[in-house]
């Protein structure tokens, strides 16, 4: 339906698929442009702009024949995408962005065309921005995960069978002390996983301005867990303008607004950031990181060392 040069894949696409998908992400890139083509066709669309890249995806804006306004989402076809589609099913847009066909055998999802322009980052007032954040993440917890979704329980397990490994990586006796501490509280937890369906990487970036409502959730990393683990993701949120102001004040103003939204019980909430905390610190070490990460011991300390 396009008559179009060929859409030009983004460099940085390009790059991250060479580092982390070889000569699998290689190929992926070299068939994309044949197969944006072939989608537009089978799907009767018109391009209606240029190509754009998230962190594992082509972002394609589209036009319907009858001038439905969309995107076409490309990315290789995984786990994660899989998960993502049964998630956007599950939501039916409710919160969501919604999606309106997908060609699971590519990775290839057809969505309604948000405002790319202005997340929830442009809303200056962080109480503000964290409210309408918690409301959003209050309406996607709501929902009871479906069967086949991982599990928080098989994360936790998972997590707390590297963490020895982890601890002789580190160089700094005192984190050292903090990874396993983080990990003891997550051992106490982890025989209670929860069954929401959580959205994972939910910050203001992706939250989006829309039409049908103010704001829409957009890229879940659906996993069924307790509200508690989703919580991270906006205590991190522009976080260079946390450390400018007071980073203990704000994280805990943020996590004191999430848990009242989501009626969550904060000391339990509390413990699963602190495994959000972990998660991240295990993927650090691996990448080879020998110290914890500034931004997670200060965010650990806010919550652990209250007034």
């Given amino acids: 339906m396009s008559a179009l040069d060929p859409v030009k894949v983004p460099h940085a696409l390009a790059a ?5 998908f070889g000569e699998e ?3 992926w890139i070299a068939a994309l442009p044949g197969l944006v083509e072939d989608l537009l066709d089978r799907w009767e669309l ?3 702009g240029a190509a754009a890249a998230g962190e594992a995806s082509l972002v394609l804006p589209v036009l319907g024949g009858d001038g439905t306004r969309a995107v076409l989402k490309l990315q290789l076809p995984r786990a994660e995408t899989t998960a993502a589609l049964v998630g956007l099913r599950t939501w039916n847009g409710r919160g969501m962005v919604r999606l309106l066909d997908d060609d699971p055998a590519s990775g290839t999802m057809l969505l309604e065309r948000l405002d790319g322009a202005r997340t929830l980052a442009s809303v200056e007032d962080d109480d503000t921005a964290i409210r309408i954040l918690a409301e959003l993440l209050a309406r996607l917890v709501s929902v009871e995960a479906p069967p086949g979704l991982r599990s928080l329980g098989d994360v936790a397990t ?4 590297r963490v020895t490994e982890a601890v002789t990586a580190l160089t700094d006796p005192v984190d050292r002390q903090v990874l396993r501490g ?4 997550v051992a106490e937890l982890a025989g209670e996983p929860g069954d929401r369906m959580l959205h994972w990487d ?3 970036d992706n939250i989006l301005a829309g039409e049908r409502e103010p704001w829409l959730a957009i890229d879940p990393e659906p996993l069924a867990g307790d509200p508690g ?3 991270w993701p906006a205590l991190d949120s522009r976080w260079d303008d946390v450390v400018a102001r007071d980073p203990s004040r704000v994280v805990r103003r943020r996590f004191d607004l999430l848990t009242e939204v989501l009626g969550l019980d904060r000391a339990r909430a509390t413990g699963w950031t602190l495994g959000r905390l972990l998660q991240n610190a295990l993927w650090d070490i691996e990448d080879g990181a020998t110290v914890l990460a500034p931004a997670s011991v200060a965010m650990a ?7």
Wanted: hydrophobic share 45%.
């Fill in 202 to 204: 939910l910050h203001y």
């Fill in 46 to 48: 018109n391009r209606d």
């Fill in 182 to 185: 983080w990990a003891a509280v």
């Fill in 301 to 307: 300390e806010a919550l652990l060392n209250r007034d």
């Fill in 25 to 27: 992400g290689r190929a």
């Fill in 158 to 161: 998972a997590m707390l069978e």
């Fill in 16 to 20: 991250s698929y060479d580092k982390g």
């Fill in 229 to 231: 683990f989703d919580l």
